[in-house]
C-alpha cells in the first residue's frame, strides 16, 4: 500500500505537467469536464429541434394538438418521450451553465 501524496507533492506532479498548482489543474479539469457535458445537452437540443423543426417552447405549445399537421407524423408514446429527454437536456444544459459560472476561467 502505498501512502497518499502530500500538497507539495501533488503541486509538483501538476507543475510537471504544465499547471501552476493542483488546484488551477482540479479548475482546469472540471471546467473541461462541464464543458463536454454542455456540448452533449446542446447536441441533444439540437436534435429535437431539427427533428420536429421548432424550438421546445413551441413544442410544448404545439403537441396537445393532436391534428397538428407536422407533428402528426410522430406516435405518441415518441413525443412523449421526446418531451421528455427534451425537456431534461435543457434542464442539465441550464445547470452546467450556472455550475460553469462558479468555476473561475
Given at each position: 500500500?502505498?501512502?497518499?501524496?502530500?500538497?507539495?507533492?501533488l503541486?509538483?506532479?501538476?507543475?510537471?505537467?504544465?499547471?501552476?498548482?493542483?488546484?488551477?489543474?482540479?479548475?482546469?479539469?472540471?471546467?473541461?469536464?462541464?464543458?463536454?457535458?454542455?456540448?452533449?445537452?446542446?447536441?441533444?437540443?439540437?436534435?429535437?429541434?431539427?427533428?420536429?423543426?421548432?424550438?421546445?417552447?413551441?413544442?410544448?405549445?404545439?403537441?396537445?394538438?393532436?391534428?397538428?399537421?407536422?407533428?402528426?407524423?410522430?406516435?405518441?408514446?415518441?413525443?412523449?418521450?421526446?418531451?421528455?429527454?427534451?425537456?431534461?437536456?435543457?434542464?442539465?444544459?441550464?445547470?452546467?451553465?450556472?455550475?460553469?459560472t462558479?468555476?473561475?476561467?
Amino acid at each position: 500500500m502505498t501512502a497518499p501524496l502530500s500538497t507539495d507533492q501533488l503541486d509538483s506532479l501538476a507543475q510537471s505537467l504544465g499547471y501552476r498548482s493542483v488546484s488551477d489543474f482540479t479548475r482546469i479539469q472540471l471546467r473541461h469536464a462541464v464543458e463536454q457535458k454542455m456540448a452533449y445537452y446542446q447536441s441533444r437540443i439540437d436534435y429535437y429541434q431539427q427533428k420536429y423543426g421548432m424550438d421546445f417552447a413551441e413544442f410544448r405549445r404545439r403537441v396537445v394538438d393532436k391534428a397538428d399537421p407536422q407533428l402528426l407524423k410522430f406516435g405518441i408514446i415518441e413525443k412523449e418521450d421526446d418531451d421528455n429527454d427534451w425537456e431534461d437536456a435543457i434542464d442539465f444544459l441550464d445547470d452546467y451553465l450556472a455550475a460553469l459560472t462558479h468555476i473561475q476561467p
